[in-house]
């Protein structure tokens, strides 16, 4: 093969078919999905399109587009969440992982929660867990909204973290957990601090001086031991659930 | 400060009306730029620029043919769509045909 015809059939190549939404998207996104913790792994591509009508799409290179909604007027990506807000003034979140391995047909669920009239999304920072968004007359408000406050408490939580010294002064990891942060993130955003201990109650257990250490406060950790109950909370209802005047946990 | 020209080349009346930024460039650059527009005949055309550290180079990519490209938001690879269907341009360096 002479070189001409190897650069004629890059040529040829160049512009490679990946998705096709089978309608006009005014926005197109895409975003690289780790398949594991492991870097070298390939990772997967999502794409995401919204069409000028509202219809919110996502696909993969291997899969048949996915609706996600029929009336969003805007979406954003905040570390593994795909946020997106809707004309009945909801925003929903939902994981950008599980969009990427799950087939069109099996439903990825999601959370939603209520946002102000006309709301669009301007960015979101996952770093301090927030979504930014514009109103419809043109003020900007930020949000922190649960589901991307839990996802940094989980991280957070289980969180390896580096150690200065050991007694070889050799430098390493220890599983200790950011206990700190993720208390301090329950505290400000008035989530149940057990959520800290129903992560993982043994793995806890195993990291409990950690958590002294982290949180050596007297006043937190009395905060913390009167918090402490018999509640699953991963069984809590959403606030959609909630009505007023309803229990806030299920009691064991 | 007073803007720099950074590319001045053969096309015809082009006028540019996307343009994205990356700064994960590949090889020896160290960020990338991405501009997508139209000629005077009404043909769309996309141009990429690969930012060295003293120099900006051009690199070749392949000819739209037709009107209503828009880029994809990415993280740096170069992802174009039109009427729904999603394309990935893979440029290549001018000089790699000299």
């Given at each position: 093969?002479?070189?001409?015809?190897?650069?004629g059939d890059?040529?040829?190549?160049?512009?490679i078919?990946?998705?096709d939404?089978?309608?006009?998207?005014?926005?197109v996104?895409?975003?690289?999905?780790?398949q594991s913790?492991?870097?070298?792994?390939?990772?997967?591509?999502?794409?995401?399109?919204?069409?000028?009508s509202?219809?919110?799409?996502?696909?993969?290179?291997?899969?048949?587009?996915?609706?996600l909604?029929?009336?969003?007027?805007s979406?954003?990506i905040s570390?593994?969440?795909?946020?997106?807000?809707?004309s009945?003034?909801?925003?929903?979140?939902?994981?950008a992982?599980?969009?990427?391995?799950?087939?069109?047909?099996t439903?990825?669920?999601?959370?939603?929660?209520?946002?102000?009239?006309?709301?669009?999304?301007v960015?979101?920072v996952?770093?301090?867990?927030s979504?930014?968004?514009?109103?419809?007359?043109?003020?900007?408000?930020?949000v922190?909204?649960?589901?991307?406050?839990?996802?940094?408490?989980?991280a957070?939580?289980?969180?390896?973290?580096?150690?200065?010294?050991?007694?070889?002064?050799?430098?390493?990891?220890q599983?200790?957990g950011?206990?700190?942060?993720?208390f301090?993130?329950?505290?400000?955003?008035?989530?149940?601090?057990?959520?800290?201990?129903d992560?993982?109650?043994?793995?806890?257990?195993?990291?409990?001086?950690?958590f002294?250490?982290?949180?050596?406060?007297?006043?937190?950790?009395?905060?913390?031991?009167?918090?402490?109950?018999?509640?699953?909370?991963?069984?809590l209802?959403?606030?959609?659930?909630?009505?007023?005047?309803?229990?806030?946990?299920?009691?064991? | 400060?007073?803007?720099?020209?950074?590319?001045?080349?053969p096309?015809?009346g082009?006028?540019?009306r996307?343009?994205?930024?990356?700064?994960?460039?590949?090889?020896?650059?160290?960020?990338?730029i991405?501009?997508?527009?139209?000629e005077?005949?009404?043909?769309?055309?996309?141009?990429i620029?690969?930012?060295?550290?003293?120099k900006?180079?051009a690199?070749?990519?392949?000819?739209?043919?037709?009107?209503g490209?828009?880029?994809?938001?990415?993280?740096?690879?170069i992802?174009?769509?039109?009427?729904?269907?999603?394309?990935?341009?893979?440029?290549?360096?001018?000089?790699?045909?000299?």
């Open positions: 093969m002479t070189l001409d015809t190897l650069l890059i040529g040829t190549k160049r512009l078919p990946c998705v939404f089978g309608r006009p998207c005014d926005v996104r895409v975003i690289d999905i780790p913790s492991d870097s070298s792994a390939a990772a997967t591509s999502l794409f995401l399109g919204l069409t000028c509202g219809t919110f799409l996502s696909a993969t290179l291997s899969s048949s587009p996915r609706t909604a029929q009336n969003a007027n979406f954003t570390g593994d969440f795909v946020v997106y807000t809707t009945a003034h909801e925003a929903h979140f939902v994981s992982s599980l969009l990427a391995t799950a087939d069109a047909s439903d990825v669920g999601g959370e939603q929660r209520r946002v102000e009239r006309g709301s669009r999304i960015t979101s996952p770093s301090t867990m979504l930014v968004l514009q109103m419809p007359r043109g003020n900007l408000e930020t922190n909204p649960r589901p991307m406050v839990m996802a940094n408490i989980h957070d939580t289980d969180a390896w973290v580096f150690s200065s010294c050991d007694e070889v002064c050799t430098h390493r990891y599983q200790r950011n206990y700190r942060k993720a301090l993130a329950c505290r400000k955003h008035r989530i149940d601090l057990n959520v800290i201990v992560r993982n109650p043994k793995l806890f257990r195993e990291r409990l001086s950690s002294i250490e982290q949180v050596s406060d007297v006043d937190y950790v009395n905060l913390f031991l009167t918090n402490l109950g018999f509640v699953v909370f991963s069984n209802p959403t606030r959609a659930d909630r009505g007023p005047g309803k229990v806030r946990s299920h009691q064991r | 400060m007073t803007p720099d020209l950074i590319w001045s080349g096309l015809e082009a006028r540019f996307e343009i994205a930024v990356s700064t994960n460039g590949s090889g020896g650059a160290i960020g990338r991405t501009a997508l527009g139209f005077s005949n009404g043909i769309d055309v996309l141009q620029f690969d930012i060295e550290q003293e900006v180079n690199l070749e990519v392949p000819s739209l043919g037709s009107l490209w828009r880029l994809a938001l990415t993280c740096g690879a992802v174009l769509h039109r009427n729904g269907k999603v394309l990935e341009c893979t440029p290549v360096p001018v000089q790699a045909r000299v």
